[in-house]
């Protein structure tokens, strides 16, 4: 049984930073593509960054050049490191892993941006 357990979550203020990880156990995670994705009140939940089993990332317009995806094949570990946050970043982040038709998420960590 393939699990993804997220943490790192908290409240900051405008301008600061968190780092969020997400622990994965029961699968061969480095030939898992992860993924992070966020969630806001009455928003759909939409792609953050993504880092491939082979180093490649990418990010969404929104967080390009504030946020950092990395892994830790070793640690069978994705980060999510998250600067300059803005209010708007304001959501319930999960975790993602995906390998072919193989799909599975975390339960989710809020980070609330509030002054």
């Known amino acids: 049984q393939v699990q993804l357990v997220e943490s790192g979550g908290g409240l900051v203020q405008p301008g600061g930073s968190l780092r969020l990880s997400c622990a994965a156990s029961?699968?061969?995670?480095?030939?898992?593509?992860m993924g992070w994705y966020r969630q806001a009140p009455g928003k759909q939940r939409e792609l953050v960054a993504v880092i491939h089993s082979g180093g490649i990332t990418n990010y969404a317009d929104s967080v390009e050049g504030r946020f950092t995806i990395s892994r830790d094949n070793a640690k069978n570990t994705v980060y999510l490191q998250l600067n300059s946050l803005k209010p708007e970043d304001t959501a319930v982040y999960y975790c993602?892993?995906?390998?072919?038709?193989?799909?599975?998420w975390g339960q989710g960590t809020q980070v609330t941006v509030s002054s």
């Open positions: 029961g699968t061969i995670f480095s030939i898992y593509n």
């Open positions: 993602n892993g995906k390998l072919l038709n193989r799909n599975y």
